[in-house]
């Protein structure tokens, strides 16, 4: 089963995204960037759901830390965020995210562009 970090500071949106993903991957959870940096570097994960307003850095400073080292770079990096689309979207997909999405996301949306990001045909 692949793994998927969900770096999210909003337990209630961590915790729909983590409902909306259990029965089809494998979840794991953390609420700041720096968190999740180290979690990445200690166990990397398939794919990263990530938010941009974290504590501890924000979501651009992961997408830049996680650029910088070449075995973390391969990671596809989905932002989920209730910022501004069109001023984010660009932005993070510059730093280096894979795709973008609006928050809360449907479960079809979600789940079907994660399937898209790592190559599932399921």
């Not at 990530?50 to 504590?55: I, K, M, V």
Request: proline share 6%; aromatic share 4%.
């Amino acid at each position: 089963m692949k793994k998927i970090l969900i770096v999210e500071d909003d337990p209630v949106a961590r915790g729909i995204l983590h409902k909306q993903l259990s029965s089809s991957y494998q979840v794991e959870m953390t609420g700041d960037a720096m968190a999740a940096f180290t979690q990445a570097r200690k166990s990397p994960p398939d794919l990263i759901v990530l938010d941009l307003g974290l504590p501890a850095g924000g979501g651009y400073t992961v997408l830049q830390r996680l650029k910088s080292i070449p075995a973390l770079s391969v990671i596809p990096v989905l932002v989920v965020s209730g910022l501004d689309r069109a001023e984010n979207e660009k932005k993070a997909l510059a730093a280096g995210a894979t795709a973008f999405l609006s928050k809360q996301p449907s479960d079809d949306e979600l789940l079907n562009k994660i399937k898209q990001m790592l190559g599932d045909q399921t």
